[in-house]
């Protein structure tokens, strides 16, 4: 018993640290981290209670659902072990992999999470120096927020209502730009 104990603490190897960094990943480091893009909202099939392709289950994208076996069973056992089959297109290795791989979902539009904007001190608000108020009125597209001003006498990150965007678009035409919804709320 004292050997062993000897032995774990001979394994256990500490490190020591100043700091952590915790950051928001880029959609850029997203989609690296990605083992693919998942496309429909559908996770098993009723009649096969196999996951769905492109779907929330997808074998492909996170693993096989048993250990050493493709999706549609072309190819099974150990033999075959980082094999990608070309039927199904899931990799034959342990089911395990599931819990460790990651997909991302491609959307249309930006989109901001409301623990960003409800939080107190509101994070987005703090970044753009803007109400929170304010943001909550672009971002729910009630209102447009002026990014740039250019030869006008509209100022950066002026608010401005659908009327008013009318008219200083009928006044100025291209000359300004103005934005709503989340793709506004991002720091220039």
């Not at 952590?20 to 981290?33: E, G, T, V």
């Not at 009723?46 to 050493?68: H, M, N, Q, S």
């Not at 000359?175 to 220039?188: L, T, V």
Request: proline content about 4%; glycine content about 6%; some cysteine.
């Amino acid at each position: 018993m004292k050997d062993l104990l000897k032995f774990l603490k001979a394994q256990t190897k500490t490190e020591e640290f100043d700091a952590i960094k915790i950051a928001l990943a880029s959609p850029d480091m997203i989609r690296s981290w990605s083992f693919g893009e998942v496309k429909k909202p559908e996770t098993i099939n009723y009649r096969t209670f196999k996951p769905e392709r492109d779907g929330l289950f997808c074998a492909r994208i996170f693993g096989p659902v048993k250990d050493y076996e493709c999706l549609c069973g072309k190819y099974k056992r150990l033999k075959h072990r980082g094999v990608i089959c070309e039927k199904c297109g899931v990799e034959v290795t342990q089911t395990k992999v599931r819990r460790e791989r990651m997909g991302h979902i491609e959307l249309a539009s930006p989109t901001a999470h409301i623990w960003f904007l409800k939080s107190l001190p509101s994070r987005i608000g703090l970044l753009l120096d803007m109400p929170l108020r304010d943001i909550e009125r672009v971002l729910y597209f009630e209102s447009y927020v002026v990014i740039e001003g250019g030869m006008t006498n509209l100022e950066r990150q002026q608010i401005l209502t659908e009327e008013q965007y009318l008219d200083a678009l009928e006044e100025f035409g291209d000359e300004f730009d103005a934005k709503m919804g989340a793709e506004a709320s991002r720091p220039c």
